[in-house]
């Protein structure tokens, strides 16, 4: 759903504001256009202190983070009903899950506490507020931590596949289905 909305809101953005143009080529006008503003899918280049360019909207942020926590989470779920029959993935599961659960739910908190519009702020006012940049500081951090948990997803099947009573080739055309989720 959140994947869904997400797409909807781009695609809108896309057709009828300046989201996908190069910001040379959109006017402040078509920024600050009805479309744009209606479906907060307004795409501007922020700079914050620590990194470079971000280009933010405000419903991609907040509902691109409970859909990556969704998707990490239903890939843990094939995970243990595939293997629950080994003690250290049912464990590895637990684990991945709850660190999943924990930070995706505290990012997604901090994405919608501090890119919303606080009390009588207009979202236009809203996106080159210091609240909005501020939340740009917590990319970083959510990309490793969104890689490390990818990692984590890519490496756990290995071993119970490899321990499977199957032939070599068996084995490793299974881990070929598992790794195309490296591309």
């Given at each position: 759903m959140?994947?869904?909305?997400?797409?909807?809101?781009?695609?809108r953005?896309?057709?009828?504001?300046?989201?996908?143009k190069?910001?040379?080529?959109v006017?402040l006008?078509?920024l600050?256009s009805?479309?744009?503003?209606?479906?907060?899918?307004?795409?501007?280049?922020?700079?914050?202190?620590?990194s470079d360019?971000?280009?933010?909207s405000y419903?991609?942020?907040i509902m691109?983070?409970?859909a990556?926590?969704?998707?990490?989470?239903s890939?843990?779920i094939?995970y243990?009903c595939?293997?629950?029959?080994?003690?250290?993935?049912?464990?590895?599961?637990w684990?991945g899950a709850?660190?999943s659960?924990?930070y995706?739910?505290?990012?997604?908190?901090?994405?919608f506490?501090?890119?919303?519009?606080?009390?009588g702020?207009p979202?236009?006012?809203?996106?080159?507020?210091?609240?909005?940049l501020k939340f740009?500081?917590f990319?970083?951090p959510?990309g490793v931590i969104?890689m490390?948990l990818?990692?984590?997803?890519?490496?756990?099947?290995?071993p119970?596949?490899?321990?499977?009573h199957?032939g070599?080739?068996r084995?490793v055309?299974?881990l070929l289905?598992?790794?195309?989720?490296g591309?």
């Amino acid at each position: 759903m959140c994947s869904i909305v997400h797409l909807a809101v781009v695609t809108r953005g896309s057709l009828y504001g300046g989201t996908g143009k190069h910001q040379w080529d959109v006017s402040l006008a078509t920024l600050l256009s009805s479309p744009s503003l209606q479906v907060c899918a307004l795409t501007l280049t922020l700079r914050s202190k620590h990194s470079d360019s971000y280009q933010q909207s405000y419903v991609t942020v907040i509902m691109i983070t409970p859909a990556l926590a969704l998707i990490k989470l239903s890939l843990l779920i094939q995970y243990y009903c595939l293997f629950k029959v080994r003690r250290y993935i049912r464990i590895c599961v637990w684990i991945g899950a709850t660190v999943s659960v924990i930070y995706y739910m505290a990012i997604s908190i901090s994405a919608f506490v501090l890119t919303s519009p606080w009390h009588g702020e207009p979202l236009a006012e809203t996106i080159v507020s210091w609240h909005y940049l501020k939340f740009a500081d917590f990319a970083i951090p959510t990309g490793v931590i969104g890689m490390v948990l990818d990692w984590y997803l890519f490496f756990l099947p290995i071993p119970a596949v490899w321990a499977l009573h199957l032939g070599t080739g068996r084995k490793v055309g299974i881990l070929l289905v598992f790794a195309t989720g490296g591309l």
